[in-house]
């Protein structure tokens, strides 16, 4: 799973003395080839999302609902699609039922990114955006939205998208390193790249932690898999606490079997309560760098 999944948007302390990571070209080349990128495997998940803490006078008083997550190699590109049912209970108002979508198609060299996604409240629709992202040669770029129309960013030097962020948060892991730190812009809101902090703690045997289900593939969680902690800043403001922080359970595949996401004024787990593997696309002669599949 991409790590900026919209679960951010409808839910960081800073970690100190970190890097900020920038990939060159010839890095990301390396991802692409390497066996990091050979071990994700195209999956549809689905997660049980609910409130597990709540500060006093914080105005919600609930959340619930699920979220399905697909993520697929196409001929050319990552393709990831989410779609969020989310309740909202509040103490002086109905509870609100909002609907969330969000697309991606990021190319395999890392450098194009298209993004879609909408949000409805009780069935009414009340933001669209829509829009594509490129980086350079030099590996700084632009977003620019065709909805709304006037809205673009600039993307700095080293800016990666969500699955190239994902291989190389995972490169980071495998090579023994325990800070991370890169700009990623995702495409699924209004407000531009953020700033991810990550630490990477203990390998962890997820699968005991999760209970037998015949919805769940136990062939997809038994692998490696690691605790990371990540923090993070919005590019927009220069706040010196971050927007939100996250605790997460990475498996080598890419699939994220386990989440906490911690708020000011609450927190939010998203627990994983089925899985499957997806099958790869025949794309004939025409192979893509990924397109082997699992």
């Not at 951010?8 to 390396?30: E, N, P, Q, T, V």
């Not at 990623?184 to 809101?189: A, M």
């Not at 499957?276 to 004939?284: F, I, N």
């Amino acid at each position: 799973m991409a790590l900026t999944s919209p679960l951010r948007k409808i839910l960081c302390a800073a970690l100190a003395a970190l890097f900020l990571f920038s990939y060159a070209d010839s890095a990301r080349a390396g991802l692409l080839d390497s066996e990091i990128a050979r071990n994700l495997v195209p999956h549809k998940a689905t997660y049980d999302i609910k409130m597990v803490t709540r500060h006093d006078g914080a105005p919600i008083l609930n959340i619930r609902g699920q979220m399905t997550y697909e993520w697929r190699r196409d001929c050319d590109a990552w393709v990831t699609n989410h779609h969020f049912r989310l309740a909202y209970e509040y103490a002086d108002a109905p509870v609100l039922n909002i609907i969330s979508d969000f697309s991606t198609y990021e190319t395999f060299d890392g450098k194009s990114l298209s993004f879609t996604s909408r949000r409805a409240r009780e069935g009414d629709m009340y933001e669209e955006l829509r829009g594509n992202a490129s980086l350079g040669p030099g590996g700084a770029g632009q977003a620019r939205y065709s909805l709304p129309p006037e809205l673009g960013f600039n993307l700095s030097k080293g800016t990666l998208f969500p699955m190239m962020h994902t291989l190389a948060l995972l490169n980071n892991i495998k090579s023994g390193k325990k800070l991370f730190n890169a700009v990623v812009f995702d495409g699924s809101d209004d407000q531009g790249p953020v700033e991810i902090n990550a630490i990477t703690g203990k390998s962890v045997n997820a699968a005991a932690s999760l209970a037998p289900s015949p919805k769940l593939d136990a062939s997809l969680l038994s692998g490696p898999a690691w605790s990371v902690r990540m923090a993070f800043f919005p590019m927009k403001t220069a706040a010196a606490e971050a927007d939100y922080e996250m605790n997460a359970i990475i498996h080598e595949n890419g699939i994220i079997s386990d989440m906490k996401v911690d708020y000011k004024d609450f927190s939010v787990t998203q627990k994983l309560v089925a899985i499957e593997r997806l099958k790869a696309a025949v794309c004939g002669l025409r192979q893509g760098p990924l397109s082997t599949g699992h």
